[in-house]
């Protein structure tokens, strides 16, 4: 396999994604923290709650789940979408719950809640596409400088075509699926951060509807994910994502803002 020069709207496309998936999460974390007081300890709550229930525990889960069932869920879109959004909502929002519940409880405010949401998302986005898209931006710059050709020729022709292979995406895939993962992660941001609002309403208020209904939004953002990945172009879905993260987040700043007055005219 040949080594390709990589386009340079794909090197754009992944420092778009880069800046919102590193960026975002830094900017929302100083703003709450100016605007509101909130306790910067929930940010990094909020991170490490992702961490332990969503790189651990539920990648624990799926480590048995496909090793016991594997093709037989992977091989049917509609049962890879039911498993895939019911794992992540069942294990975040059950991250949220125990973090607010237990973890936050002399703390639980409506901006602390609105921090661990800054801090989950913005996890999420650095670990997910900030580290992957650094090692791309690197080693398609140092494609593009035929630097690599250099380091990889010591290699033998086995060796030297796996290392191919695991990079030919960076010359193959169009150039707008790397923006994509930025405008994902916009939308993966406002959805955190509202759920984790609702959860907040769930813990604080003890009402279990609005736990249900945190993970009812995250199942179906999942679920419409996975399924439609086959039949949809990326940029509809997308468009999808962005519409369910839009109205729960609207609906969640409403639960957000009713708290300053003690009212409920978010139902």
């Known amino acids: 396999m040949q080594i390709n020069s990589v386009p340079i709207a794909s ?4 420092v778009f994604s880069l800046i919102v998936a590193i960026g975002i999460p830094i900017t929302l974390c100083i703003l709450v923290r100016c605007r509101t007081k909130a306790k910067i300890s929930s940010f990094f709550l909020g991170g490490g709650v992702f961490i332990v229930f969503v790189l651990i525990l539920e990648q624990m889960l799926h480590g048995v789940v496909f090793l016991v069932f594997g093709s037989k869920i992977t091989n049917y879109t509609l049962l890879y979408g039911l498993y895939g959004g019911a794992a992540a909502a069942l294990f ?5 719950f ?7 409880k002399k703390q639980l405010t409506r901006n602390n809640a609105l921090m661990y949401g800054v801090g989950h998302g913005g996890f999420e ?3 997910i596409v900030g580290l992957a898209y650094i090692n791309n931006i690197i080693t398609a710059l140092l494609i593009n400088s035929n630097q690599l050709e250099t380091m990889i020729s010591p290699l033998n022709e086995s060796q030297r075509e796996n290392t191919i292979q695991s990079i030919s995406a960076l010359w193959t895939i169009s150039s707008d699926q790397f923006f994509a993962a930025g405008v994902e992660r916009i939308s ?10 609702l959860v907040y309403k769930a813990v604080k208020s003890g009402q279990k509807k609005f736990f249900f209904l945190a993970m009812g939004a995250h199942f179906l953002a999942d679920f419409i994910a996975v399924i439609s990945s086959k039949i949809l172009s990326i940029w509809t879905i997308e468009l999808l994502i962005f ?10 700043w409403r639960i957000y803002q009713a708290e300053e007055t003690g009212g409920e005219d978010y139902v």
């Open 243 to 252: 519409v369910i993260a839009a109205i729960t987040g609207m609906f969640a």
């Open 98 to 104: 125990v973090a607010m519940k237990f973890l936050m």
């Open 92 to 96: 975040e929002e059950t991250g949220r």
């Open 188 to 197: 993966a941001i406002i959805l955190q951060i509202a759920l984790s609002v």
């Open 125 to 127: 986005a650095i670990l």
């Open 11 to 14: 090197i754009i496309g992944m």
